[in-house]
């Protein structure tokens, strides 16, 4: 039998495992502050208009996908990213510069800026594929990537898993071949291994099934 002081420190430690960010994050201390902080979306809001010119200002992203949908993307996967942009462990030279700490208010105002852009509607209208593989793009999804980004690839807000539906096809596409060659050095160490096997078809063919998904 556990005594009940060490019942209720193994409870404690259990807590803080569960809002502990991903090993893999660049700085999770930082990550793991933020996350913690109450954020306030208006004061987000007021900071948006820096994001706007190149996320537009309903956080849907560039056709083209250079510029990714942002809107409605979990808190903290926001966090993570803007985080590991401002660290260069992602390497996003063209957003580098809004970035900075003293530009966002420091980490509080990173967490208001990411609570504003997760309350976003997320885009309704992305930039789709072709069309011509989407039976394979849904087999390959729900064997391979399900189990972390869920059944309608929502993903997890608790997990740091991103949500991959609303999401431009190119931009897809690029950040698929980039986790996979290792050009985006930020992401699960599982699932750039699951990528080593795809060739750019398949990373085609699920980036066109997520794109349609409602
Ligand atoms: C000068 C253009 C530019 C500005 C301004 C900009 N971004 Fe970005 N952002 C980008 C580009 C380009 C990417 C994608 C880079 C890549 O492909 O890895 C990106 C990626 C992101 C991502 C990662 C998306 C994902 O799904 O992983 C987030 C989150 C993000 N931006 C949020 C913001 C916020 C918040 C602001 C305002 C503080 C901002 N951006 C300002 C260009 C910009
Ligand atoms: C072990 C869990 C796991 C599995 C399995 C997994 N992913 Fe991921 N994925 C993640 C995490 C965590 C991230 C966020 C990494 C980061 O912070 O940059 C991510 C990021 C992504 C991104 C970038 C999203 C963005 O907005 O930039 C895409 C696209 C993606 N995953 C697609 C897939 C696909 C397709 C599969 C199946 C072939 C897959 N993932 C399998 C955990 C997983």
Redesign the pocket.
Known sequence: MLSPRLLSSTVLLLLSLAVMP?AYAEDSAKLNEAVTLRPDPEAGKKIYPLCAACHGENGFGQQQGEY?SIAG?HQR?IL??LL?IQSKK?INPTMYAFTDMETLGGLQGMANIAAYTASLPSNPNPVKGDGEQLGKGET??TT??I???GNNALGNEEQ???R?TN?HYPY?VR??SW?RDKIRK???P??VQ??QD?GNDDIQA?ADYLSRLP
Do not use: G, T, W
Request: glycine share 0%; proline share 9%.
């Open positions: 991903p990714p993307q996967v993570k990213q590991d992602r390959l999804y391979y990537c189990s972390c980004h740091y898993y991103p991959l999401q897809l950040e698929l986790i930020n992401s699960d599982a699932m699951i990528l795809f699920i």
